[in-house]
């Protein structure tokens, strides 16, 4: 009777972790840098949408808020074991990961390369259906960036991270962000286009060449749903001259072939 009862109560708590019981089996969400201005939003989005979520934190003390459909997990996209670990059962993986120094350990060639590189891995293990990136909007092989030493070559790196995740054979799709804020002074709506595109025609002081961060998040879960938006990577800013909600039909209408 005790095992009988502890099967019911494990039963239990993974049921209201994660939500509805077929959201289990079917969409699982784990999504890597959760605690971040962005990873966070996206979390919230997806829950907000149904979907079950492993939110991954490096330091579980630092969970601020406690959503419904989310487990949090503790772990490191540095550390291939605590992936293993924690992206056991998920069907769709996104990543929002980001340095946060230009040297040291948390510098953009162990984290926004080597971080991604292990994701990818562990994502085609698991047989994950679709890998989201995201990734910045000036990143990505429309050039060469491996003379760019700013930011402790930043930009080189999210792009080998970039090509690492095209070359996995794992179905993808990478958003380079432009300008992240919480949210602009006035609803817009948004923009895909080619990340060589978007260097030419923009400038990083261009204040108009921003992103919402609520936005991003969006697009991310609307990603998941559209066969269209698999195998592409480009750029996304917000731009007013265009109806808010018109991006939801452009993911047929962007190129697999963009850098």
């Known amino acids: ?23 289990i089996a079917n969409d699982v969400v784990f999504v890597a840098g959760a605690t971040g201005r962005t990873g966070l ?28 459909n989310v487990q949090w997990v503790e772990g490191d996209v540095r550390d291939v074991d605590s992936l293993r670990r924690g992206m056991a059962g998920a069907t769709y993986v996104v990543s929002a ?9 948390n510098a953009p060639e162990f984290v926004d390369f080597a ?18 990136m995201i990734a910045s909007g000036r990143s990505g092989s429309y050039t060469d960036h491996s003379t760019r030493s700013a930011l402790g070559y930043g930009r080189y790196y999210k792009t ?29 709506g948004v923009r895909f286009l080619s990340r060589a595109e978007y260097a030419a025609t923009t400038t990083s002081t261009d204040e108009a060449v921003i992103i919402a961060i609520p936005d991003v ?16 990577a480009f750029a996304i800013i917000n731009d ?5 909600d018109a991006w939801k039909n452009e993911f047929a209408l962007t190129q697999s072939q963009w850098p």
């Open 160 to 188: 080998k991270g970039e090509e690492y995740v095209k070359a996995s054979g794992l179905a993808f799709t990478i958003l380079g962000a432009a300008g992240l804020v919480q949210k602009p002074k006035a609803p817009m």
């Open 41 to 68: 939003e996206i979390v919230k989005r997806l829950s907000t949408d149904g979907y079950a979520v492993i939110a991954m934190a490096r330091d579980l003390s630092k969970v601020k808020e406690q959503l419904p």
């Open 217 to 232: 998040a969006a697009i991310v879960c609307a990603a998941l749903k559209d066969p269209h938006a698999r195998y592409k």
């Open 115 to 132: 971080g991604t590189r292990n994701l990818a891995d562990i994502a085609k293990d698991i047989g994950a259906k679709q890998f989201v």
């Open 97 to 105: 990961i980001g340095s946060t120094t230009t040297t040291g350990p």
């Open 240 to 244: 007013p001259k265009r109806p808010v």
């Open 1 to 23: 009777m005790r095992s009988i009862a502890t099967a019911i109560f494990s039963f239990l708590i993974v049921t209201c972790a994660f939500g509805r019981v077929e959201a």
